[in-house]
């Protein structure tokens, strides 16, 4: 049996005109969570990846606390939906983007909502595949790292792609993929068990990087 660890990106910039961007705080969950790593001495046979910023920032930054880089296979299909297209397709009038606690809640409700009738199939998002084919992006990644020979692979995506290939795994139904979706934190660390048949689930959601009272302050949603 084999581990794949799914690692949500770092913090990246909500609010800001370029989302696609760690902050500080970002930069610096990724490098914790590779100090973790380096401290079980858990090395990695294959490392995936999107293709997003957020996603190769996180990847440098993991490799800093790693004390060695991380040069990854990057496929597109890991990269996430366009959250703006989502809410769009259900709510056509553009948001306010003061930042502002209402403003971001009524950004989380709306695009809860409009995952979820995108999954359903009662909307389609603008530029964007239907739920199925975005899912079954990510279905090919899972199938390459079950096929391969690597006992320990990192996967480092964002929240959607994460949830749709637990959505897979577990066989969960469009509403509960949309929470796990929503309750991804940064850096957040997900484990699957996989064998040439099949992946498993051993744990959601994680931070062992951050339990230290030291660090409580570092988790993050966004």
Do not use: C
Request: zero cysteines; a neutral charge.
């Amino acid at each position: 049996m084999g581990t794949l660890y799914l690692v949500r990106h770092g913090q990246a910039s909500f609010g800001a005109e370029d989302y696609d961007q760690l902050s500080d705080l970002g930069l610096r969950q990724s490098v914790q969570l590779g100090r973790y790593f380096a401290s079980k001495g858990i090395n990695f046979d294959m490392v995936l990846s999107g293709t997003l910023r957020r996603h190769t920032q996180t990847l440098t930054g993991m490799g800093e606390g790693l004390g060695q880089p991380l040069a990854a296979t990057q496929w597109t299909g890991l990269n996430e939906y366009n959250s703006d297209a989502v809410i769009a397709a259900i709510h056509p009038e553009p948001l306010d983007r003061t930042p502002a606690p209402d403003k971001y809640r009524k950004h989380f409700r709306l695009l809860r909502t409009g995952l979820l009738q995108w999954m359903l199939g009662n909307t389609q998002p603008q530029d964007m595949p239907g739920w199925h084919a975005f899912g079954q992006q990510v279905i090919e990644v899972l199938d390459h790292v079950r096929q391969s020979d690597a006992e320990r692979v990192l996967l480092v995506s964002s929240g959607g792609p994460i949830a749709s290939a637990i959505g897979h795994v577990l066989g969960t139904p469009p509403e509960a993929t949309v929470e796990l979706n929503m309750r991804l934190r940064n850096t957040a660390v997900t484990e699957f068990a996989f064998s040439p048949k099949r992946h498993s689930l051993l744990t959601y959601n994680t931070l062992p990087h951050l339990e230290h009272l030291d660090y409580a302050k570092w988790v993050s949603h966004a």
